[in-house]
Every structure is written in C-alpha cells, then in structure tokens.
C-alpha cells in the first residue's frame, strides 16, 4: 500500500527559533498535499493544501507567513512553523494524495515549543 | 461550511462486547472514510465508503448518503480496539472530520 513518512516524529526547540517538518510519499507521486493540526483530545484541522509546484492554499485563521509550506515535487513537501512559540506545540499530520479519492496520512510530527 | 457530529464522543466496553458508533453530517459529500488513531498518533484507513455497506473482519460499515449519516460496528471488541475512531467526509477538496469517538475496551 501507498506509504507516506514524516521526519521527524518529535520535535523539541527553543521559542523563537524555526522548525522544518517534512513530509514524503514513498511510493506514489503525490499531486496534493495537505497539512494538519491537532491539539491533545481534539480533531484533525486542516492547515493548508498544496498543489506540487503551486502556492499552498490556507485555511481560514491559518498564518501563511508563519506557516511556510512548499511542495516543490511530486514526492515531498514542508511545513516550516517560523518563529515558533510555546502555542503552537502541537501534533502535525500530513496527507497525500495521488489524484485517487483515498489519501494516505503520515505518521505525525509532535512539536513542543519551551 | 459542512458539521460532522460523531457520537458517542466517549465509550467504554468491556473485551467482547459489540459496538456502533455513529457520523452524521450536514450536507452531500463526496466521499466518506472512518479512521481509528492508535496511541502513537497513527491515523489508519479503516473504509472508504461514500455509500453502501462494507465489511472488515470484526468491523463493518454503513453509510445512507441520502440521509447523511454513518454507522461503524465493532464486534466481539479487543484491547486493540482502544483509540480514538474519526470519520470524515470529502467537501470540495478537503477531508473535514469530525471530533472523533474515545474507545476503551477493558480486559
């Protein structure tokens, strides 16, 4: 089956500093990919969708100037949260998809910002 | 923009006992998926299944597009059904889910 990593799985910086979480389709070339947030004992939310070679759309509320995305090919793409601060420690997840109905969730990054 | 209300949002079953946990959403969709999250975060497709019913072993799901809901059934239940069990329904390009359903199942 379709398989799609995430590096790294956990995360730890300093306030203030960038941190860059990738996210690659293994076997499959992924046309879209999408990013997501989760909070402990919450739901899944959509950060952005990206198209490869294309500007990420965001979500309503999302900061795209802090959180940088770039799908340059068809087999990664990258989250980078800028400047990062204690609230947005959370549980990123991403999702690709290769143009079928079905995406394939990676295995998460959990970022603590001290 | 569309609800998907999942219900109940907690459960606890004792090892053995049956189970449905149920989706209802708000507005046609194009595709519906029920998702168990494993203590580590891994989120792993259970069904793809827009309509229909389909079956999994001990799990099985039905989803009535007409009247918009879903229903997943656990059987005969397992310590490793314990996780948090999400469905989410495609609207436009995104995968909207809902606040998902705690399982424990309790030897």
């Known amino acids: 089956g379709a398989v799609v990593s995430q590096h790294p799985s956990r995360v730890i910086c300093k306030s203030g500093t960038s941190v860059k979480i990738e996210c690659r389709s293994l076997?499959?070339?992924?046309?879209?990919m999408f990013w997501y947030r989760q909070f402990p004992k919450q739901s899944l939310m959509l950060m952005a969708t990206?198209?490869?070679?294309?500007?990420?759309?965001?979500e309503q509320g999302v900061e795209k100037d802090k959180f940088l995305i770039n799908h340059a090919s068809l087999t990664l793409s990258t989250l980078t949260v800028t400047s990062a601060h204690p609230e947005d420690s959370s549980f990123y997840i991403c999702?690709?998809?290769?143009?079928?109905?079905?995406?394939?969730f990676g295995p998460g990054t959990r970022l603590t910002v001290l | 923009g569309i609800q998907v209300e999942q219900s109940p949002p907690d459960l606890i079953l004792q090892e053995g006992a049956n189970s449905t946990l149920r989706c209802n959403f708000s507005?046609?969709?194009?595709?519906l998926q029920w998702f168990h999250q494993n203590p580590w975060g891994q989120l792993i497709n259970l069904f793809y299944?827009?309509?229909g019913t389909k079956q999994n072993g001990r799990l099985s799901a039905t989803t009535v597009a007409t009247e918009r809901y879903s229903l997943l059934y656990i059987s005969s239940s397992q310590t490793t059904d314990s996780g948090v069990y999400f469905c989410?329904?495609?609207?436009?390009?995104?995968?909207?889910f809902g606040a998902g359903t705690i399982l424990r199942v309790k030897s």
């Open positions: 999702s690709a998809r290769d143009g079928r109905p079905l995406g394939y």
């Open positions: 076997d499959f070339q992924a046309t879209t």
């Open positions: 990206s198209n490869e070679g294309s500007k990420a759309t965001y």
């Open positions: 507005d046609s969709v194009n595709n």
């Open positions: 299944i827009p309509s």
């Open positions: 989410a329904v495609e609207y436009g390009n995104k995968l909207v």
